[in-house]
């Protein structure tokens, strides 16, 4: 039998389209795809207020969440209060605005700022269309110095996990995300995967492009890795 911790990645919510959650606080409106992350599903949502959301739901199976599993959800609740709650958070860093349990739909829910996101990812596919990441904008001094400071936010949004000895694990444009039809002052470095990448390196099978260097099976992660 599988340890408990391999049985729950393998679960998948009930979720659809149009669903809520937390006693109503949250609709659900498209899940997000995002590979690597098997432990929890990525969904786009609105509050009462019509504000965008996004959850990061990890459904358990039984009545309640086996220990085990809740002492993982318990971890990542204590890492995203600690990271939301730090200096220059909200610039640097997607923050977390809510959590809880939802026991009628047997999932964990961990609440970010949301948007209508891009990740820096689909950006770089397209940066030719980009006003502000084509290479001919970008011999524009003013556009240069506009990206050089977005990255200089998400390296302070990095170094803020390392003050309080978090190390990300998988810094990719996959983890950056931002708003679409906004610049890259909307960039922010988002840590959805941080528990779910613990011990993880790239393998052949990876369709990321930006993958973890199987290098770090020798080297392992560290700060500097980072």
Known sequence: MLPLAEQFINL????????????????LTQRIAMPGVESSELWEATDR??????????????????SEVRRM??????VMYRLSS???????????????????????????????????????KERERSDWLSFKKLRERHVRRELWRSLLQLARGLKSLHDQNLIHRKVTPEAIWGCQGEGP????????DWSARIGHAASASERSPWATPLELKEVGYSFTSD
């Open 185 to 192: 002052e909307s960039l922010r470095l988002s840590g959805f």
């Open 12 to 27: 998948e919510s009930e979720m659809n389209e149009n669903d809520t959650v937390l006693n109503g606080r949250y609709t």
């Open 49 to 66: 207020d019509g504000e965008f959301r996004t959850l990061k739901i990890t459904p358990y199976a039984g009545e309640k969440p086996p």
């Open 73 to 78: 959800w318990d971890n990542d609740l204590r």
């Open 86 to 124: 730090s200096a220059g958070a909200a610039r640097q860093l997607v923050v977390m605005t809510d959590a809880g349990i939802d026991t009628t739909k047997r999932t964990m829910i961990l609440v970010y700022e949301g948007w209508q996101h891009i990740s820096f990812a689909e950006v770089l």
